[in-house]
Structures are given as C-alpha cells and as structure tokens.
C-alpha cells in the first residue's frame, strides 16, 4: 500500500506491505535507521518517535496508520549542524555506551523535557521506564536529564 | 637519550575526554550492523529445529523455491567446506545434517528479496525429525544411561583443584547449596550482519562481533576459502556482554552471499536472538567452609556443576574460571575443588560479562556470611581477615604478584555513607515502596537490609592462552598540525576502547589530533573483547608502537640537528605538537614528517600456565577486584523489592578514562542485580520459554538505584599504565551483594537466583540438594575429550580439518 506522511518535515511515500510498521517504513523505505530495532514488540522504547506530535513506540504503529500524518524521528533533532541540549548532556555526563538505546531515549527525553521543564527524579524514572538501557545501568542517564533540563531553563 | 611525553596534551590518558563515536551516536547516525544496506541485497534468514534432539530423516526444499523472491536455499550439503565451527572447539554443525541437539539449532538459511518473503518462504521448508529422548538436566547428564549430546559423552570438561591438605579440621564448618539460573546478555542490538561477494571470489562481511579475527578463523575454512579472501570490518557493535564472541550469522550470510552473487543482510528479531547466542551458564553449587574459632579460614570444598547446552563455546574456560575462583578472593590453605561442565539438549552456553566468576561468588560469598553468623563476626570483619594480597597463595598454587588491594576495595566501600533512613528518603510517594505504583500497600510490611559481597576476576585469557593484540600507529602531517592515526582490529563494543586508543595514543605522542582507522581484518588480531582485557592488551600495544615512533621522531630531530650543526642539549620531549630539547623549543612535529612515521607492534601478556592434573598452575595473567553493598527495602508480604543504594570500590589499577569507569561499574552492576531478581531464561524441556523482552525481563530506570563508585587506583606492575581491565568486577558481585541485603532483611536463605517473589515470602522453600551435585568419575583436569582444551581447539581451529 502507498503511505504518505510529513517526514521531518518533508512529504515523503512508501510503498509497503499493508502489515508493516512505521518503523520499518522508516528504516526500510525512507532510509531512516536513527529509529532502532531492539524488541519490535514495545518493550524497549528503542524506537521512539513523535507521532503528530505524540511520543509512541514506532514499532507498535502501522504504516498506514501514519498516513498523511506527521512524523519527527531522531534524524530531526540536530538536522542543522548544532545538537540538541539532550544530545549535547548526554555526550558531556557519558550517558551513551552502545548507543542503541540512544536516539530512543535522545527522543523521550526531549518530549519529557518539552512537557515539564523541571521534572523531579522520580517523574524522570517514570517518564523513561519504558526505554530499556543494557549498558549503563541509567545512572548517567538520570545525569544528562538533570543537565538538559537546568540548560534548557536557562534558555 | 629518550624521549618523555609531558603532560600538556589535551585528552590524554587520564582525563574523562568524550567518546570518540559519541556525536553520530546522540545523532541516530551511527551505523549499526542492522542498519546497514547495499543495493540489490537481499535478506537472509535462518529456519531452526524445533526439537531438542532429533534426527534429520529428510529435508524438502522446493516449495520455498517456488516462491519467485526467493533467492537459494541452503542445507548442510551445501557447505563448501568444514561443516562446523566453534571457539575452542570445532563441534557446532554450520547447518545441522544428521541429528539436531538443542531446540532453536539451525537447520537451513534462505534468502530471499525482503525479510517478510523470507520468513515466510522458511515455513514452507518441510523437515522430517526423528524425534530422540533429550538430557535437559545437568544433573541427569552424568547418568550412564543419560542420552549422549555427543558420541563421545557428555562430560565437557572437569578439573580437580588440590590445595594442601584437604583432610585438614577446622573448628566451625557451614555448608550451603546454591543454584544459579541461565542469564542472557540481552544487548539491545540484535545479531546482524551483510556479506558482499567480492570480484576475487572472496567476501567482504560486515559484522557486528567481538572478535574479528577468531570469526574469520571459523569463517573461512566453512567456505572453503583462504583467510585472506574472507575480510571481515567491524560494523556498529549495539552491546555484546560475551554474546558476540560465538559466530552467529557470520558463515550463513556469507554463504548465502556466495551461492547467489548478491549481497545479503541478516538481522535476528529479538526472539531469535536468544535462540543466536550463547547464555550464562545456569549452575549448581555446593560448599562446605571450616575455619578456626577466629574466623580464619581452614579449608574449603567446592562442587560445581555447570550446564554447557549443545555445544562448547567458550564452556572450558569458563568452568576453568569457575573452579580456580571457587575460593573466592580469600587466603584459604587448604581446599579441594572439583568442577564439572555437561553437554544437554538444552541451548549451547558460553560467553558472559564475569565468566564463570559470578556464579561461583554468590555461592562462596553467601558462605562467607553463614560463617560469619556462625562465629558472631561482624560480615566485613571476616572478609578483611581473610582477604588475599600480594602475595597470597591461591588453591592453584598461583602466587599473586601483581596489585591485589582487596582490604583497600573492602574498607573504602565500607565507608561510602548510608542511604537515609525510609521514613525520610520516602516523603510520602508511594512509588517509592517495592514495585512502585503497583504496591497497593502502606508500607506495613517494608523490612529493610544490608549486604556486603567482595569478589574478582581474571584479566585477559587465562591458562597458557597467549592472546596477544596487534596496533598500527602511524604520525603524518596533516594540513593543521601532526596527525596520528591508530588502526586496530579491536572491537568497539560501547564500553569504550576506541576512545582509550585514542587517548593512549595522545599521551603517547603528545599530539591531540588522533584519527582511529576502522577496525577490520587489514591490521593483526586484536584478540577478543571480552576478559575485560582491551585496555591492557590492545591499549598495551599503542602504547609500544607510540614508542618506536616517538624514538623514530626524534631520532630524526638528532639528525637534522647534527646535519645543520647544532648540539641539542637536554631531553627531546613532546609536547601539544611541538618538539622541545631540554627547555628550548627545536621545532613544530610536522617539520619531521616529509615522510610519515609508521610502526606496526604487538602486545603479548605474561605467560601463564595451563593446569596440571592436580589443579595446579600459575593460570592467570592478573586479577581485579571489587566490594560492594547493597541496601534493599522488601516488602514482606508482597515479595517486592526495592534495591535503594548500591555502594561499591573497585580496584581498577589505574583509571584511564574515569567517567567511562564509572560507566562501566554501574552498568556491570545493573546487569548483576538483574540476575539477582528478575533475569532468567526459563527452559522447559530444552524449550525457550520466553524469548522476548516482555518475558525476559532486565532492569528498568525504576529498578536501578544509585551507584556509588570509588575507584581504587594501585596500579598493576608490568602493564601499561598500571591499568586493569574494568568491566566485569561490579558484575561477579552485585548479584551477591543484593541476595545478601535480601537475607538480611528477610531471614530467608535464599540460594537460588533470580530470587522470585515467591521466595520471599516463603511460599517456596529454598532449593535442596541431597548432597553435593554429581561428579564424572574422571581423573585431572584433562577436557573431555581432550581435544576440547582451548590450545588445542585453536590448533583444531587453524588446522581447518
Ligand atoms: S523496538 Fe519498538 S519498543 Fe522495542
Ligand atoms: S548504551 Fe547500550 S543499550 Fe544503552
């Protein structure tokens, strides 16, 4: 089936399989690979993206369902040379090993930071608990969402 | 006169300096192995045995060739060359031809236009199975009448320690036993991989792996090709933790690639990939203590039975790790250790963060806190008794030369403050209880406690395995300034090697500008990352190339100087690029590099010895230590927990990238504290359970507490920097420290991990062994069969028979 939705900001089309998910789409079709592939069962949040503006598991979303819709991926977040703030704190406090869980939680980091700008520790971990990190143990992690957010205050 | 390298370089060893891969990470552009793609790939995959023994009557392909996306379809017939491979020894079939021997083995690859017209085109593969009874119990394998894994027997490898006088008294004995469940390393990357047939009639494989070199070795005699004809690169590693050291898709990739000239893809789904890889080695332990009144360790015996699966992989060494470390890091005189590790049909274990060392330090470090109850010492008080030193005699009879501050790692963790008190951390949110939101309670049944756990870990391979690593550095000038660049086969797995490179090679030479080649199979082994070994191995051999280029440099600087006349007085030293003798500066580096300066040199590591047919041997290269405390909160009649703190010193020699240490202890420590509570692969006969991450369960941001790292730098003599490898030690053991604080806060015994809730809340009674797990009745330390030991795998390997 054609799907066509608004990719970072640009209207693209796939011709997929009417079964396949948007993540496929992106990584398959549109040559989006920023979005990953751990679990592909919404479990691991490793394929966060903004669905018309809303954070889902890209994994979970057909295709078609993203038709005509709006779609911000990972890719979107530096697309001008600079980083983001969550990009940059993650880097500065070494919250990045693997790298796979990254542009997962790059992406629910800034929508948590985008809801509430000064999140406590606790609504943090609740607000991440569903991106799953092998490497770290979070810790690093719970570190650069406290030093985007005092940044993006300071805005 | 030589050469000395001031400290003024930026970024050098030392210095918490960035993740070289780290901007394309944060930006979703690294490249990972399942991102990869080339035009007009096709995508591979595998169709496997649903049985856990069985044999292959017949295979019956054509209605998956009907399909027109379909590309080949392969069977064991259709491997050109040796039909098997594996790490230290060849007996794990490429495709299964004859008999399948564990549930999830490969039977046929495929490929096809797109993953969907391949998975589905697997299903139409008709295999006939005779099914055949299976051994999926370790302890039902070493049954004369069990089923045989292989026709050889099932006894993978036994080793028996003598240390002393094993018949020696002791005032106070404690015995326990233990059981350890099967853990996966769940790395969030899946096994992936693309093979592109090359012009020459080789293949170019791109593959995320720990061990470029050993894959090639496996690789290339199955395909029947020259080694130089298979070149492997390292594609973009998403966590290995052990899984990548055994081949996965390597060969069937490039098999397929081969047969059909066109480039092939394969990706395992997260199901798939705990049917890919290698597990933790589930185990059974039994322990008896004696010590004297004082609390000084008199003797110890040891058991320990270990469930290797189909196949070997890496099981001797491991069990080999298991028994020389069965006494923990502890002076003990006497000692009889017997370790045995079975084939079954159950799925092939191997390979995972600390070794063979975890295992064994739940058990000897919930011993160590039987004793202690059993004198009235105070847990911390025994251990520091007992502690190992430079020095000390292990039951191998190895003697500790290099750096052992265990008493240093025990009191400093002891110091690390306490968390607060319940009442006060809580401030009223609920979530805060056990199992967060989903505790309905009010905190009636909260108990809190405390443990303390010490353990280590070899670093680098062990018992005579001579895993040197090759590095070419090469200083050339480029537009602005010297350049260096360092190429090295060693696997970027995230735990940050390639940013150690970089950072050895900056203080090697004293110039900031440092490029890393991509890894590939153009430059020397590596050797494996894994051992926690790459810093000392890898990082040893930047820092010999470094040498000979820095000497070449200012031999060079003598030469013009002498060609224009001039006395140099003083040291040449290096210094942010430029070249200075004594105070006086000579020159900018570039000056001397009309031609570039390259030196290619390999690092090899102590000898050690294999054992001897008592046990007995100087096996290991050196060792790390780690304390660790934990503080859980459980609720008592929920059976929830709640691990507030984790506190913990961490003997690293010497800390290169400080951050990065911190990293790895607490992601070591995460993964411990999943097998402490809620990892474990559940088999049913032979049968995975649950393949998937809604199933197998891993630690989320809600259960990770705070890590508290101190790191203690002693550094190791006779390695580079001083520097000791540091990612397993927090892993060997926070699993016993948490199981520890959970004993304590429950009074339960709680032997067996993961503990469920079940446990404590005492709905299930501990696990019970009539008595010390069985043992083959095979003299020595010998593998079986005895081509199984891991030189002569090697051997086995490079011979390519
Ligand atoms: S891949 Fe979508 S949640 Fe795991
Ligand atoms: S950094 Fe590897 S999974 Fe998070």
Same mark, same amino acid.
């Given at each position: ?126 607000? /991440? ?27 | ?67 027109? $996306? ?26 299964? *031809? ?33 099914? /055949? ?42 015995? %326990? ?15 992936? $991989? ?6 020459? %009639? ?8 720990? *061990? ?39 060969? !069937? ?11 092939? =893809? ?14 933790? !080695?589930?185990?059974?332990? *039994? ?17 320990? /039975? ?43 274990? $191997? ?83 056990? $199992? ?8 009636? %049944? ?10 280590? =870990? ?15 550095? =090469? ?201 402490? /509570? ?107 069969? =005895? ?15």
């Amino acid at each position: 089936m054609l799907v066509r939705a608004n990719v970072n900001g640009e209207w693209r089309t796939a011709d997929v399989w009417a079964g396949a998910s948007l993540l496929h789409m992106l990584r398959e079709h549109l040559g989006l690979p920023g979005s990953k592939n751990a679990c592909e069962q919404g479990e691991c949040g490793s394929c966060s993206i903004w669905l018309d503006g809303e954070l889902v598991c890209a994994c979970l979303v057909l295709a078609g369902q993203a038709h005509e819709r709006e779609v911000r991926t990972v890719e979107a977040l530096s697309a001008r040379e600079t980083l983001h703030p969550v990009q940059e704190a993650f880097l500065e406090v070494g919250a990045v090993q693997c790298g796979f869980c990254t542009p997962g939680l790059i992406v629910a980091v800034a929508d948590l930071l985008m809801l509430d700008p000064s999140p406590d520790e606790p609504a943090v971990r609740e607000a /991440l608990s569903g991106n799953l990190c092998r490497c770290t143990g979070y810790q690093k992690i719970l570190d650069a969402v406290r030093l985007a957010a005092e940044r993006m205050r300071a805005r | 006169m030589s050469v000395r390298i001031l400290p003024g370089t930026r970024g050098g060893v030392g210095e918490s300096v960035r993740r070289v891969d780290g901007v394309p990470k944060v930006k979703g552009a690294f490249q990972f192995a399942s991102d990869l793609w080339a035009e007009g790939m096709l995508w591979g995959y595998t169709l496997r045995s649903p049985h856990p023994h069985a044999r292959i009557r017949a295979v019956e392909i054509s209605a998956a060739l009907t399909d027109p $996306g379909v590309h080949a379809v392969l069977l064991a017939a259709d491997v050109p060359g040796k039909k098997t491979y594996g790490l230290e020894f060849s007996d794990q079939p490429v495709l299964a *031809w004859d008999r399948v021997r564990y549930a999830g083995e490969p039977v046929a690859v495929l490929a096809a236009a797109d993953l969907e017209t391949a998975r589905r085109a697997t299903e139409r593969i008709r295999v006939d199975y005779d099914v /055949l009874p299976a051994v999926t119990d370790m302890g039902e394998a070493l049954r004369p009448d069990a089923p045989r894994v292989h026709d050889f027997g099932n006894v993978l490898r036994h080793i028996r320690i003598e240390h002393g006088d094993p018949g020696a008294p002791a005032d106070v004995w404690v015995e %326990g036993y233990y059981e350890t469940g099967m853990q996966d390393q769940a790395s969030l990357g899946p096994e992936a $991989g693309l093979a592109i047939p090359a012009d020459d %009639g080789g293949v170019d494989l791109y593959v995320a792996t720990q *061990w470029l070199h050993v894959d090639r070795m496996q690789i290339a005699p199955c395909l029947n090709l020259p080694e130089e004809k298979v070149r492997l690169y390292l594609a973009g590693v998403g966590g290995a933790f052990g899984a990548r050291e055994d081949v996965s898709m390597q060969v !069937h990739a490039c098999l397929l690639a081969l047969r059909t000239r066109r480039p092939v =893809k394969m990706v395992y789904s997260r199901e798939e990939s705990f049917y890919g890889h290698v597990h933790r !080695h589930p185990s059974r332990i *039994w322990m008896r203590h004696g010590a004297r009144r004082d609390g000084t360790l008199v003797n110890v015996y040891a058991r320990i /039975l270990m469930d290797g699966g189909a196949y070997a992989s890496s099981s001797a060494a491991v069990i080999g790790n298991a028994s020389t470390f069965a006494t923990g890091p502890y002076e003990v005189p006497n000692a009889l250790i017997e370790g045995t590790c079975v084939y079954t049909n159950n799925p092939p274990c $191997g390979a995972m963060r600390g070794f063979g060392a975890v295992q064994v330090c739940f058990a000897y470090e919930a011993q160590m806190d039987k004793l202690a109850r059993a004198l009235g010492m105070d847990p911390v008080e025994i251990r520091l008794k007992n502690a190992l030193g430079t020095g000390s005699v292990l039951p191998t009879g190895q003697v500790i030369t290099g750096s052992a501050p265990v008493r240093e790692v025990i009191r400093r963790c002891a110091a690390i403050p306490l968390p607060e008190e319940p009442a006060a951390s809580r401030g009223g949110d609920p979530c805060s209880y056990p $199992g967060g939101a989903g505790n309905v309670s009010r905190g009636e %049944g909260l108990r809190r406690g405390m443990g303390f756990a010490i353990g280590f =870990k070899n670093i680098a391979y062990s018992e005579g395995f001579d895993d040197s690593a090759e590095v070419r550095v =090469k200083l050339f000038a480029g537009p602005a300034g010297p350049v260096a660049e360092v190429h090295s086969a060693a696997a970027e797995v995230g735990q940050g090697i390639h940013t150690v490179l970089t950072q050895i090679v900056r203080t090697g030479l004293g110039v900031e500008h440092v490029l890393l080649h991509p890894p590939d199979t153009q430059v020397g082994s590596a050797g494996s990352t894994s051992a926690s070994r790459q810093t000392m191995m890898s990082g040893g051999a930047a820092q010999l190339a470094c040498a000979v280029v820095r000497e070449e440099l200012c031999a060079r600087v003598r030469r013009r100087a002498e060609a224009e006349g001039r006395a140099l007085r003083g040291e040449i030293t290096l210094e942010g690029g430029a070249v200075l003798a004594g105070n006086a500066p000579v020159g900018r580096v570039e000056e001397f590099l009309e031609m570039p300066i390259e030196c290619v040199r390999t690092y090899h590591h102590r000898r050690t010895q294999p054992l001897d047919a008592r046990g007995q041997g100087d096996v290991h290269v050196a060792l790390a230590f780690a304390a660790q405390r934990a503080v859980v909160e459980v609720d008592e009649e929920l059976g929830l927990v709640r691990v507030v703190q984790v506190a913990t010193a961490q003997d690293v020699g010497r800390a290169i990238n400080p951050q990065n240490v911190a990293g790895q202890i607490e992601g070591g420590t995460a993964q411990g504290l999943g097998l402490a /509570l809620m990892e474990e692969i559940q088999l049913q006969d032979g049968q995975i359970r649950n393949a998937s991450f809604t199933d197998y369960l891993i630690p989320t941001i809600l259960d990770m507490p705070p890590v508290i790292s101190v790191l203690v730098e002693e550094p190791e003599p006779g390695v580079p920097f001083g520097a000791k490898g540091v990612g397993e030690p927090s892993t060997v053991v926070s699993t016993a420290a948490i199981v520890a604080a959970l004993r304590d806060a429950t009074g339960r015994e709680l032997n067996r991990v993961p503990v469920r809730p079940d446990d404590l809340i005492g709905l299930s009674p501990p696990v019970a062994s009539p008595g010390p797990p069985p043992s083959p009745d095979v003299p020595g330390p010998e593998p079986i069969p =005895k081509r199984a030991g891991l030189a002569a795998g090697q051997a086995d390997l490079m011979r390519g028979d």
